[in-house]
């Protein structure tokens, strides 16, 4: 009998399946990987052994005996604690306070401070080497680095003595030395017997700490191997599934007489470092990646809404320092954010309205006041090139599917004239035939000479879409995919950090 | 060393020991220009009466203190506070016997209706500006209907001791310490903890175990409970019941200006509006100088009308003040 066993976990979010029927079996004293692509299922299943996400059908049992997990706190008063890829720490409350919150020693009601200084102290000690040597329990976390604040919820969730310790991408903002520091504290803890739940997307790491592993795709269970007796490169197989051997591909023929448009140069921001690029007119670049490798950040630096540190980036040829979005859009780059940017209709307005705001002012007579008929020629120009299915320009947006609503997004900001289009995993959350509708209205930008730079967090559009994809690991650009290298299997080995996979 | 005492006077700023060093200048201020207009402003009765004046806003302050840290605010705790004077001056009759049923009835009603504010925002989920900002209403009607003239008799042992001293120590100052001493009990206690972590981050409180809209509720009760104590020191001061006590001058906003007052005084001691960061020391200095400000208005032969016009300009130059980077208290 297993000490912890999911089993059946099903979870649908909105349209999208999650979870479909994934498992989950370990023991105490073991050091417990959970691997798998983008969108396999991980930290759902993660949020579900911790009571954070409620599943639509599951079966969790401790000790053999059937659970029931409603919120954090249930998870908590049955031993099991968790660190989340978002910190769950109080910026203005002390490294200590922070600690200790929730699980505070009190007696008749008051905080023993003393009591929490001893214990606090004791679970931060073990981590010395990772806040150079400094005991920082009464600075506002709000003041530490990002890795020490990381370390910080690591206390935390260490201080609430579980039984089963969740750590979901914990290693994400850590430096090599806190990372250390890490490992010999999990090690400690799996000689007291602890579960620990590690998903991490460095698979040196994994395979350097755990045990075993369970990988997950799609939302289900592949299987469960031991790690000392498996090599890299079939646990990557494992996460990918079949390769596809060939599949359709619709990329952009080079229209004769490409030229660069955008050209980026040793670009370094708070989490981009040195990242070069060309992109050419007509073309589709992908920036493929694991979630949280810098790739909304590349984005949003070149639209100006990320700070760059130092670096270049020429449009044409001619230097440009985007410090603003408006300034972006002044020199004709747009972005276009994902499932966010669906919220940012105003979906009780007219498709008329939606479509022509960004560009409103340049249709204006002096005075702002506007021209129907141009505002509607304008609006009309944009439906027809994205071939956007509506009833009358005057509809609300809401009359319109999700994926004809994603194009009045596109449609929004092509009325800028945009030379270069910045798309944010534009496809996130919408149905098939949407996503269809987006790729060919994608392809008839890139045939009219638009740069496309698409993040995309599915791989296989990437390979449907795209010429050339950079990969993004920890901010850097670890490889450049051309042409026939552009596969799934090639881009899943580029994101989590190996070479190349032997056969 | 000197580094040394500068983090610690900061930390102990951070924690809401030393109140900052804005309130102790403006506090050094406000004194200096009364003791200069009013040249007996040392004298053993002036100082009785100007502590004596002190205490209904100290607890307002007090009590609006915790449930800002909490991440809510309290529109409607002036209403609350002449509600609770009200009921309990209606009970007294000037009866002695009756002073301690009287003292329960103040801090009882000051609770109930924080209890019944806080689940409001809690349960309700109601924007708590709106929200509290509606009872006001509702603390008022009743309020009228209770004492609708200015009238009751507060029991003489009350006022007398109120404005006596303790060995050469004002009565009135050592309520506010005793004030002092309960918020200190309150920022100990571990709800006291939760109450600054719920402020600072409700989701991040949440996900620690915090049971997050408990600690709203109770953080409303508290600050009703120190209305209370407001409520009755206004009756020891007046003497008597007044629907209008502490509401703006020439309006019926009934505790009206006891609310603002009460917000300028949490903003003047440091502590952050959107939650979490502060304490109640810093709004006790606040409540001090909002005092002394108005016997310097009073003594300058100001009229009401300007007064309400100066009023409602320092507290929106103590809200701009705060935006000034050097007087900010942690880094953005």
């Keep these: ?503 | 060393m000197i580094d040394r005492a500068v983090r610690s006077l900061t930390v102990g700023m951070r924690r809401g020991l030393v109140p900052g060093l804005t309130v102790t200048t403006l506090l050094l201020i406000t004194v200096a220009v009364n003791a200069l207009l009013a040249p007996n402003f040392f004298s053993s009765y002036s100082v009785i009466s100007n502590f004596s004046s002190f205490v209904p806003l100290v607890a307002a302050s007090i009590a609006q203190t915790i449930v800002v840290l909490g991440g809510g605010i309290d529109l409607s705790l002036g209403a609350l506070i002449t509600l609770s004077s009200v009921m309990s001056v209606v009970l007294m009759e000037g009866d002695p016997g009756r002073l301690p049923l009287a003292v329960a009835v103040a801090i009882g009603v000051g609770a109930a209706g924080g209890l019944l504010n806080g689940l409001i925002v809690a349960f309700l989920r109601l924007q708590p500006i709106v929200a509290t900002f509606a009872m006001s209403f509702v603390f008022a009607g009743i309020t009228l209907k209770v004492l609708p003239q200015p009238g009751g008799q507060v029991p003489a042992v009350m006022t007398t001791t109120y404005r006596d001293s303790v060995i050469g120590i004002p009565v009135a100052a050592l309520v506010i310490a005793g004030l002092y001493g309960l918020w200190w009990v309150v920022k100990r206690s571990t709800l006291g903890r939760h109450l600054y972590a719920v402020g600072g981050d409700e989701r991040a409180a949440y996900a620690s175990g915090v049971r997050v809209n408990q600690v709203r509720v109770m953080s409303y009760v508290l600050g009703g409970t120190f209305g209370g104590v407001a409520a009755l020191a206004i009756l020891a001061n007046t003497g008597s019941g007044d629907p209008y006590v502490g509401a703006a001058v020439g309006t019926a906003l009934i505790g009206g200006q006891t609310t603002l007052a009460s917000i300028a005084a949490v903003v003047i001691g440091g502590t952050a509006l959107r939650g979490g960061v502060g304490g109640a020391g810093g709004s006790i200095g606040g409540a001090v100088i909002l005092a002394l400000v108005s016997n310097i208005v009073f003594f300058a032969g100001i009229s009401g009308g300007y007064r309400q016009l100066i009023n409602g300009a320092i507290v929106i130059a103590a809200l701009a003040l705060t935006a000034v980077p050097a007087f900010r208290r942690s880094p953005a």
């Excluded at chain 1, 197989?237 to 448009?261: C, F, H, Y």
């Excluded at chain 1, 980036?313 to 002044?330: E, F, N, T, W, Y």
């Design chain 1, 1 to 503: 009998m297993p000490f912890l066993e999911m089993r059946d976990v099903h979870k649908r979010f909105g349209g999208v399946v999650a979870l479909d029927g994934a498992s989950l079996s370990a023991e105490p004293g073991e050091l417990h990987a959970l691997l798998g692509a983008n969108g396999s299922g991980k930290s759902t299943l993660n949020k579900t052994l911790t009571g954070v996400v409620a599943a639509d059908r599951a079966e969790v049992l401790l000790d053999g005996q059937p659970v029931t997990l409603r919120g954090p706190r249930e998870a908590q008063a049955r031993g099991i604690s968790a660190v989340y890829q978002e910190l769950s720490l109080v910026p203005d409350l002390s490294v200590e306070d922070n600690v200790a919150l929730g699980v505070e020693p009190a007696r008749f009601g008051f905080v023993d401070r003393r009591e929490q200084r001893r214990t606090v102290r004791g679970v931060v000690e073990r981590f010395g080497s990772a806040f150079e040597g400094r005991l920082p329990l009464d600075t506002p976390v709000a003041g530490l680095p990002p890795g020490e604040q990381q370390i910080v919820e690591i206390c935390k969730a260490v201080a609430r003595d579980p039984r089963i310790l969740v750590l979901d991408e914990a290693t994400a903002s850590l430096h090599e030395a806190q990372v250390r520091a890490l490992f010999e504290a999990l090690r400690d803890l799996k000689d007291r017997g602890v579960l620990v739940i590690f998903t991490s997307h460095r698979l040196e790491e994994v395979f350097e700490l755990c045990d075993r592993a369970t990988v997950l795709r799609s939302g289900a269970t592949v299987g469960t191997v031991e790690l000392a007796a498996a090599d890299q490169a079939e646990v990557v197989r494992m996460m990918l599934g079949r390769s596809i051997d060939r599949i359709e591909r619709d990329r952009t023929e080079a229209p004769e007489a490409r030229r660069v448009v955008l050209e980026v140069r040793g670009l370094i921001t708070d989490r981009l470092r040195d990242v070069s690029f060309t992109v050419e007119t007509g073309e589709v670049l992908g920036v493929a990646g694991l979630q949280g490798q810098g790739q909304d950040e590349l984005l949003e630096a070149l639209f100006g809404a990320a700070r760059i540190s130092s670096g270049e980036v020429r449009l044409d040829g001619k230097p440009i320092h985007p410090r603003s979005p408006r300034q972006a859009v002044r020199e004709r780059i747009a972005l276009i954010p994902g499932e966010r940017a669906r919220e940012g209709l105003f979906s009780r307005r007219p498709i008329l309205e939606n479509l022509t705001l960004a560009s409103v002012g340049r249709r204006a007579l002096p005075g702002g006041l506007l021209r129907g008929a141009r505002e509607r020629r304008a609006a009309g120009d944009a439906v027809r090139r994205l071939q956007i299915k509506l009833g009358r320009l005057l509809d609300p947006v809401l009359t319109l599917s999700g994926g004809n609503q994603q194009k009045v997004v596109v449609g929004r900001w092509l009325l800028t004239e945009p030379r270069v289009i910045l798309m944010d995993d534009p496809t996130k959350g919408i149905d098939v035939g949407a996503k269809e509708e987006l790729y060919s209205s994608m392809r008839r930008l890139a045939d009219e000479g638009v740069a496309i730079v698409f993040h995309s967090s599915e791989n296989l559009e990437l390979v449907r879409l795209c010429g050339r994809v950079l990969v993004l690991f920890e901010g850097r650009v670890v490889q450049v995919l051309e042409g026939d290298q552009v596969t799934e299997d090639r881009l899943l080995e580029a994101s989590v950090g190996v070479d190349q996979v032997p056969g």
